[in-house]
Nanobody, 116 residues
Framework: QVQLVESGGGLVQAGGSLRLSCAAS????????MAWYRQAPGKQRELVAS???????NYVDSVKGRFTISRDNASNTVYLQMNSLKPEDTAVYYC??????????WGQGTQVTVSS
């Protein structure tokens, strides 16, 4: 069982920045991968960024060059630095963890609202 707690969401103007944090109850260095997803009203949940156990990162095209996923193994925390935010980034952002046996765990989500 892995518990995930997100924080850092909020209201920001377009062009601004936010940093999301995801604190895990397990050693993230033992997990297969960590990821951030988002879900906007009326839309499907989409993968925003991921980072593997080996440190390989991946981003959806719409956030490349603006968002950065990183992790701190010492504190078992994963971050999503979001710069140059756009109104279309508005969504609930979820942290996800995948174990070595491909079990997925989810946080409760944190709201990000970008005003124009």
């Amino acid at each position: 069982q892995v518990q995930l707690v997100e924080s850092g969401g909020g209201l920001v103007q377009a062009g601004g920045s936010l940093r999301l944090s995801c604190a895990a109850s397990a050693r993230i260095s033992s997990l297969n991968a960590m990821a951030w997803y988002r879900q906007a009203p009326g839309k499907q949940r989409e993968l925003v960024a991921s980072i593997t156990r080996g440190g390989i990162t991946n981003y959806v095209d719409s956030v490349k060059g603006r968002f950065t996923i990183s992790r701190d193994n010492a504190s078992n925390t994963v971050y999503l630095q979001m710069n140059s935010l756009k109104p279309e980034d508005t969504a609930v952002y979820y942290c996800s963890a995948r174990t070595m046996v491909f079990l997925d765990y989810w946080g409760q989500g944190t709201q990000v609202t970008v005003s124009s």
